[in-house]
């Protein structure tokens, strides 16, 4: 036997063919992506979350305002309404869905007035409530109604009111 034949150095046989180099682009492009995803989904949260901070200290303020004077409290049908001083309060616990194009509004009716008065409009939030506050001269206001509405609030209700409540 030759010997030469013996000395030759070996080669591994590959196992794997080798990867395109385009492939590793795809991976660095999916890794980008997924990095500018997650940035921008923090970035939108925080934005959320201080949005929410914001409303939620508002209405924290509001109620220790509402806890600290001789609040009067109305209840209504899955609610209450709450006037303090110049302002009013008025809680849905569990208000009927809304459909598009429609809102909430707030009629209010003064001492030896003839018909309402429309006032501010709102919607339910993602938990079904229903909450809002008005400045007003509650101690004139002999009755308060909501009903729903078209977007925008109407100039007298046109539909039946969730309910009426007197306020005396």
Known sequence: MDNAACDAPLTPARSNPP????????????????????????????????????????LNAQLRAFST????RYPVAGGNVVRCGDELL??????????????????TLAYGAKSVVPNAT???GADGSAF??????PGNLAAV????????????????????????
């Open 19 to 58: 990867r395109p180099r385009f492939l590793w682009g795809i991976v660095a492009a999916a890794i980008a992506l997924l990095t500018w995803n997650t940035l921008n989904s923090e970035r939108f949260l925080h934005i959320q979350s201080t949005s929410d901070a914001g409303r939620i200290a508002q």
């Open 69 to 72: 004077c001789d609040a009067h």
């Open 90 to 107: 008025v809680f849905l616990r569990e208000a009927p869905s809304l459909a598009a194009g429609q809102t909430f509004q707030l009629w």
């Open 122 to 124: 709102f919607t339910r």
């Open 132 to 137: 809002i506050v008005v400045s007003t001269a």
């Open 145 to 168: 109604a909501i009903s729903i509405e078209p977007v925008g609030g109407s100039k007298q209700p046109t539909t039946k009111p969730l309910f009426v409540r007197r306020l005396s």
